[in-house]
């Protein structure tokens, strides 16, 4: 029964990284067009996951996840020339965000997908853990 435990909590870990995959491509998409107050483009922010593979886990056959941490992309900024934009440099040329829509709505529904497995994971491993508390009654 222990171990359906740790099932819980890998799903678990699994839910939790899409979360925050999640909120990194909303913050990203919120500011598809927008500039810091140093008036630098933003930057899109990237979440970084990491398996934690310990001894134990690895024994186990249990692999969770976890986040390591949100960085900023090192992509280019996109360039422009339009030298009427207010924010245009001295040759009329504008660094716009590295945030490209359609790649941020890619990854949405990627980690939308991942999220519901693991959700389904987590139910099934609920449906055995009741089962096996029925077959105690």
């Not at 008036?39 to 310990?54: D, I, M, Q, S």
């Not at 829509?101 to 980690?111: F, N, P, Q, W, Y």
Request: charged share 30%; proline share 6%.
């Amino acid at each position: 029964m222990r171990d359906l435990f740790v099932a819980f909590d890998i799903s678990s870990s699994g839910m939790y990284a899409q979360r925050i995959r999640f909120n990194t491509i909303a913050s990203n998409i919120a500011n598809f067009e927008s500039y810091t107050q140093r008036g630098e483009p933003y930057t899109r922010l990237e979440p970084v996951f990491e398996a934690v593979e310990t001894p134990e886990n690895l024994r186990k056959g249990v692999i969770p996840v976890r986040v390591v941490e949100i960085r900023r992309s090192n992509e280019p900024f996109k360039v422009i020339f339009d030298p009427t934009n207010p924010r245009a440099d001295r040759e009329g040329f504008v660094r716009l965000p590295n945030v490209e829509l359609v790649k941020e709505m890619v990854d949405m529904i990627s980690a939308m997908r991942s999220y519901e497995a693991n959700l389904n994971a987590f139910k099934t491993t609920r449906d055995m853990a009741q089962r096996v508390l029925e077959l105690w009654r």
